[in-house]
């Protein structure tokens, strides 16, 4: 699905929300590498189920021939800052729905970003029938909880004692989801 880049400015920065394409795959590998070396939030650690740039390459090829997936980046002033991935389900009593996964740079934290990433994939899920958006959220990440209960999506179910993190404490991880 052809989709227009949305732009906006924010603290002097231009911001560029577009669809994923091939060439982005050396910086979406970089990328992703480095977003999961910054927080706990995100399921990987460092170097975790690593994707190298020919990885991101067919994901991208991929997800553009699906109609199922969409892979957003986000650019600040030209360099990629975050990214999302929309993933539908190719079984028929599960084709209304897809699942929902974002990751940004912790310098842009509070930059809109993941803001305009979800908009992006519920306008684009709404375009093509999906009805459920479904994702899962460290209990601890208030922000990105608040975020998605903005946008109407409700807590459904609560994976306990889901994550181990460094501090030795187990986590739980908040299951949401939004029906339209």
């Given at each position: 699905?052809?989709?227009?880049?949305?732009?906006?400015?924010?603290?002097?920065?231009?911001?560029?929300?577009?669809?994923?394409?091939?060439?982005?795959?050396?910086?979406?590998a970089?990328?992703?590498?480095?977003?999961?070396?910054?927080?706990?939030?995100?399921?990987?650690?460092?170097?975790?189920?690593?994707?190298?740039?020919?990885?991101?390459?067919?994901?991208?090829?991929?997800?553009?021939?699906?109609?199922?997936?969409?892979?957003?980046?986000?650019?600040?002033?030209?360099?990629?800052?975050?990214?999302?991935?929309?993933?539908?389900?190719?079984?028929?009593?599960?084709?209304?729905?897809?699942?929902?996964?974002?990751?940004?740079?912790?310098?842009?934290?509070?930059?809109?970003?993941?803001?305009?990433?979800?908009?992006?994939?519920?306008?684009?899920?709404?375009?093509?029938?999906?009805?459920?958006?479904?994702?899962?959220?460290?209990?601890t990440?208030s922000?990105?909880?608040?975020?998605?209960?903005?946008?109407?999506?409700?807590?459904?179910?609560?994976?306990?004692?889901?994550?181990?993190?460094?501090?030795?404490?187990?986590?739980?991880?908040?299951?949401?989801?939004?029906?339209?």
């Amino acid at each position: 699905m052809k989709m227009e880049p949305r732009q906006y400015e924010r603290g002097g920065k231009n911001v560029t929300i577009r669809e994923a394409v091939p060439a982005d795959a050396g910086p979406l590998a970089e990328l992703r590498l480095q977003i999961d070396g910054e927080t706990e939030n995100l399921d990987r650690e460092r170097g975790e189920a690593f994707i190298d740039a020919a990885g991101f390459e067919q994901l991208i090829r991929e997800d553009r021939a699906s109609g199922r997936n969409l892979m957003l980046v986000a650019a600040v002033d030209g360099r990629l800052a975050g990214f999302s991935r929309c993933e539908g389900k190719a079984l028929k009593r599960l084709a209304h729905q897809a699942e929902f996964g974002i990751g940004v740079l912790q310098e842009c934290w509070g930059s809109g970003i993941g803001r305009n990433l979800l908009g992006v994939t519920l306008a684009w899920a709404e375009a093509r029938g999906i009805r459920k958006i479904t994702l899962k959220v460290l209990e601890t990440n208030s922000k990105a909880i608040a975020l998605y209960q903005k946008q109407g999506f409700e807590a459904e179910g609560l994976l306990k004692n889901d994550k181990l993190l460094s501090d030795g404490k187990y986590y739980n991880t908040i299951v949401m989801g939004r029906w339209r």
